[in-house]
């Protein structure tokens, strides 16, 4: 039977009778991009591969479709970082989740409000998780929250 369902529909609905996505609307996390800064700029924005990069945060919903991207930052600010300016300034117009909502975000975050990251010192990827067989609560949270 054809429901008629996006894809995006449907893996919103998929992941809304998980007991772990109710109330997600999306994920968050940064990225980099290569930039073009002036010289006095340089050091800041010189990432790891010695390349100028800004970090980029960016949101998306269960449709693959961006929310919110904050863009410009040096590639030496840590993700965290970037976060926590976006949602503590409101010049950044950060779209804050409806009480009982929330963002799912990597490790490199921290559990806060409206923000929820998978177990630390636990296995978090997929290929982990299933060689080592995943028998813990914690492992069967990190898979369900990578799986996505």
């Keep these: 039977m054809q429901l008629g369902l996006s894809r995006g529909d449907y893996r919103m609905s998929s992941c809304m009778r998980s007991s772990l996505l109710l109330g997600c609307v999306g994920a968050i996390d940064g990225t980099h991009i290569?930039?073009?800064?002036?010289?006095?700029?340089?050091?800041?924005?010189?990432?790891?591969k010695r390349v100028k990069t800004q970090n980029?945060?960016?949101?998306?919903?269960?449709d693959m479709k961006f929310t919110y991207m904050m863009t410009g930052w040096e590639?030496?600010?840590?993700?965290?970082l970037v976060l926590r300016a976006a949602t503590n300034d409101p010049i950044y117009n950060f779209p804050h989740p409806s009480p009982g909502k929330y963002f799912l975000v990597d490790v490199g975050y921290a559990?806060?409000?409206?923000?929820?990251?998978?177990?630390?010192?636990?296995?978090?990827?997929?290929?982990?998780?299933?060689?080592?067989?995943?028998?813990?609560?914690?492992?069967?949270?990190?898979?369900r929250h990578a799986s996505l």
């Design 111 to 143: 559990n806060r409000y409206c923000f929820l990251s998978p177990h630390r010192k636990t296995n978090y990827h997929l290929n982990d998780w299933r060689r080592q067989g995943g028998d813990k609560k914690n492992e069967l949270f990190n898979y």
């Design 56 to 62: 980029i945060l960016a949101a998306c919903d269960f």
């Design 75 to 80: 590639d030496s600010v840590h993700n965290a």
């Design 34 to 48: 290569a930039a073009n800064v002036p010289k006095h700029l340089a050091t800041s924005y010189l990432g790891r």
